[in-house]
């Protein structure tokens, strides 16, 4: 699917959005249990909330990251790519961190972005760390076993990591999933943010997510 | 070999360095260049003084260099799918400084054959017409801007070239009346070809105002690129720094030629 085409599904959103929340109305099901606040963002909602993996990685200070403690009560927005990616990772690091950067100190304190790497042999701490401080010198980089990595994509129902030949220049390319979750300070991800989100939406949406 | 395209359009490769042929920038530069040869081979310019000759090839030439090196790798790829400071560029070369430097290249013998075709002359009467001149290249230059549009046409081929198209055409459009010589406009005095290029330089488009001033990038393709090192938000900024600045300095160079020429026809006539 081309990156017009997934925007133009991310335009059809609101419009499926109100379809599925007029037939909920109608059958009785009442508003969302969050209270209407998924219908004002821009991301794709999910219909059952997925709660944080147990992910306990190494950071790229090489210190011992357990997402769940250490990302206990913050909006998580936590993304699986890889430093080589030539399009998807880091456009969405890209239009996150634009977005991000705009946000107030306070506001900022209450996010964490968690990128998880899903070529830790290539995503050496040093690139790791270089590649993400050109977004935002605070998004946590995470390396761990691809097995567990799978593990968790599989308990986020998302699509496992897959090895692709050739790229540009022979190296190899990484199937991974392109969006983002946004976990809220609970811990269930109950939103998702696919590729062609704009910097305009992460800037209407983060302070609506991040807000107490 | 690298696959051959027709057009520039906006892709979601990564950008590369990889040289790759549009072979539709090349038929349009040798059939431009044809026509040229043609045209020049049907005219009777046997007493054209030497100096307007050679200033007539250089003019073409140029012409012709500006289009392709706008529309070709790697300016043409970069400036479809990656950047928008460099679709810019493309803009001025496209869409404001080709087109004078073709009617500059034009001999007077070639306006006067015009007449021959009275449908073709009175269509190019009313276009040209001073103030539809200016409504149509503006309208032209807002509408092919404008987020919507880009977005919807340049990720096809055709899309792409049919915005060049219209920036090519508006060119033609806006420069006839001030470089033409048919149909005679001897009402269009001096001052007012200098106040029609000044309003062009200082007017601001939305399009113009909509990059400098929003807080987000406007154009889908550029901002979900796959990036060249750039950050959207500022390719933007720098794209209208460059239609704004770059529109300007032509308006301004063709003033002073405007200007020069006017006080030169003074003289003669004093």
């Given amino acids: ?212 | 070999m690298p696959a051959i395209q027709w057009w520039c359009f906006a892709q979601q490769e990564a950008w590369s360095w990889t040289w790759r042929p549009l072979l539709g920038v090349w038929i349009v530069i040798a059939l431009l260049a044809w026509a040229y040869r043609r045209l020049l081979a049907g005219l009777a310019l046997g007493n054209e003084p030497e100096p307007v000759r050679r200033w007539r090839n250089v003019s073409f030439a140029s012409a012709l260099f500006l289009l392709w090196a706008s529309l070709d790798w790697p300016l043409g790829p970069l400036g479809a799918s990656y950047l928008a400071s460099v679709h810019m560029i493309q803009f001025l070369a496209v869409g404001v400084a080709s087109p004078a430097l073709l009617l500059l290249a034009l001999p007077r013998a070639a306006f006067d054959v015009l007449p021959r075709w009275p449908a073709v002359l009175g269509v190019i009467e009313a276009v040209t017409q001073p103030l539809a001149a200016f409504f149509i290249f503006n309208i032209a230059m807002t509408v092919s801007h404008w987020p919507g549009v880009v977005d919807m046409l340049m990720p096809t081929q055709a899309g792409s070239f049919l915005i060049d198209l219209i920036w090519f055409t508006a060119g033609l459009v806006f420069w006839w009346p001030l470089i033409a010589p048919v149909p005679n406009r001897a009402g269009f005095h001096p001052l007012g070809k200098i106040a029609y290029m000044a309003l062009n330089a200082f007017l601001i488009h939305p399009p113009f105002a909509m990059m400098i001033f929003s807080e987000h990038p406007i154009y889908l393709i550029y901002e979900l690129a796959p990036p060249v090192g750039k950050d959207p938000l500022h390719d933007q900024q720098l794209a209208a720094a460059i239609m704004k600045i770059g529109l300007a300095w032509i308006m301004f160079v063709a003033v002073i030629v405007v200007f020069q020429r006017w006080r030169r026809s003074d003289a003669a006539g004093a």
């Fill in chain 1, 1 to 212: 699917m081309s990156r017009f085409e997934t925007h133009r599904r991310e335009l059809l959103g609101p419009i499926h959005r109100f379809a599925c929340l007029a037939v909920l109305v109608v059958l009785g099901c009442g508003v969302p249990a969050d209270g209407g606040r998924l219908g004002e963002l821009r991301g794709t909602p999910m219909h059952v909330p997925i709660p944080k993996p147990h992910l306990v990685f190494t950071d790229t200070e090489g210190r011992r990251f357990d997402l769940r403690a250490q990302t206990e009560g913050y909006l998580t927005l936590v993304f699986f790519g890889y430093t080589h990616c030539p399009d998807v990772c880091p456009i969405q690091m890209a239009t996150l961190g634009a977005a991000f950067r705009e946000l107030s100190p306070e506001l900022r304190s209450r996010i964490k972005v968690v990128f998880v790497s899903t070529d830790p042999e290539r995503d050496t701490p040093e690139r790791l760390r270089k590649w993400l401080d050109a977004y935002d010198g605070t998004f946590v980089g995470l390396r761990g076993p691809i097995e567990e990595i799978n593990e968790a994509l599989s308990s986020m129902m998302l699509p496992g990591i897959a090895m692709l030949p050739g790229g540009s220049h022979d190296e190899p390319l990484i199937g991974h999933p392109a969006a983002v979750l946004a976990f809220d300070a609970d811990g269930l991800a109950r939103i998702r943010y696919g590729f062609g989100v704009r910097r305009s939406d992460w800037s209407h949406d983060l302070p609506l997510l991040a807000s107490p």
